[in-house]
Nanobody, 121 residues
Framework: QLQASGGGSVRQGGSLKLSCLVS????????IGWFRQAPGKQREGVSC???????IYSDAVKGRFTISRDDAASTVYLQMNNLKPEDTAVYYC?????????????????WGQGTLVTVSS
């Protein structure tokens, strides 16, 4: 299971830290991705943390978002800084078994429920 949390409402330029609590499997054997879906838009990949700690980010968030993980806490984080109104979306975390470094949603097997992030101007 994956449980995303940490969403909320912030003003432009603010920060939020999302958490994805994982249960039922060991993080070090999975890649975890963050995705988002804005109203009326398709879901898009945001970031991925592979099982070897390598990371990738979409161009839209590169330099502003940081993905990390705490194996002891079975949690993957998404630190979001300098938020923009266009970052407003429901954010989801998902898992891909084994090694995968990418943000193609069809490569992910299990999905958590979303957490809403709203950024006002």
């Amino acid at each position: 299971q994956l449980q995303a949390s940490g969403g909320g409402s912030v003003r432009q330029g603010g920060s939020l830290k999302l958490s994805c609590l994982v249960s039922g499997f060991a993080l070090n054997y999975y890649s975890i991705g963050w995705f988002r879906q804005a109203p009326g838009k398709q879901r898009e990949g945001v970031s991925c943390l592979a099982s070897d700690y390598k990371t990738i980010y979409s161009d839209a968030v590169k330099g502003r978002f940081t993905i990390s993980r705490d194996d002891a806490a079975s949690t993957v984080y998404l630190q979001m800084n300098n938020l923009k109104p266009e970052d407003t979306a429901v954010y989801y975390c998902a898992s891909a078994e084994g090694y995968y470094l990418g943000i193609e949603s069809n490569q992910y097997d299990y999905w958590g429920q979303g957490t809403l992030v709203t950024v006002s101007s």
